[in-house]
């Protein structure tokens, strides 16, 4: 295998259906990103019929270890950009929380303690969201715990929270337009 370009992207997909299918779309656009799935986006992916199929620039990395083996790489400056979307509102918590058992709990961890900057598209936003299910449009209405975790999640170092899926596109066009002035 071809040596990788570094640093890269580093994106992670968890268990939501909350514009999934557009944030998958999205990490088509990116060179040189490495998606690391968790569980329940393995399930997610099944549900919404995709496939891991990504160019030869890319790799996917799978929630296979107890301790998330591959997120060490942000120790040797392979990464320069986390994006977790969509992010479950689990995820969430546990990021606020600072629980790291999960290989995205675990690349969000990672990447703050060697000052890597995230991007969030959070989940729960609002008390009430429309969200595309599988069959469909459906109604959510997120707890205030949830919405109370998203909130706090904004005032993490190195982390920009999005809330939105015009909001991650274009927090995602900044963050490549700022590498490529400094690249």
């Not at 959510?140 to 190195?158: A, G, I, M, Q, S």
Request: with cysteine; aromatic share 8%.
């Amino acid at each position: 295998m071809a040596k990788l370009h570094t640093p890269r992207w580093a994106w992670v997909l968890t268990g939501s259906g909350h514009f999934f299918t557009e944030s998958f779309a999205l990490i088509h656009q990116l060179e040189h990103c490495d998606i690391f799935v968790t569980k329940a986006a393995e399930e997610v992916l099944a549900m919404y019929k995709l496939k891991l199929d990504f160019p030869k620039t890319m790799r996917v990395i799978h929630d296979k270890t107890a301790s998330s083996i591959p997120v060490g790489g942000f120790y040797h400056g392979v990464y320069h950009t986390v994006v977790i979307a969509p992010a479950t509102s689990n995820t969430v918590a546990k990021c606020v929380l600072g629980i790291s058992d999960t290989i995205a709990t675990n690349v969000y961890a990672q990447a703050g303690k060697c000052r890597v900057p995230s991007i969030v598209f959070a989940c729960d936003t609002a008390p009430e969201l429309e969200t595309m299910a599988p069959h469909g449009m459906v109604k959510v209405y997120p707890r205030p715990v949830d919405l109370e975790h998203t909130e706090r999640l904004k005032n993490f170092h190195y982390t920009k929270v999005v809330e939105s899926l015009a909001d991650l596109e274009a927090a995602v066009a900044a963050r490549r337009a700022e590498l490529e002035c400094h690249g």
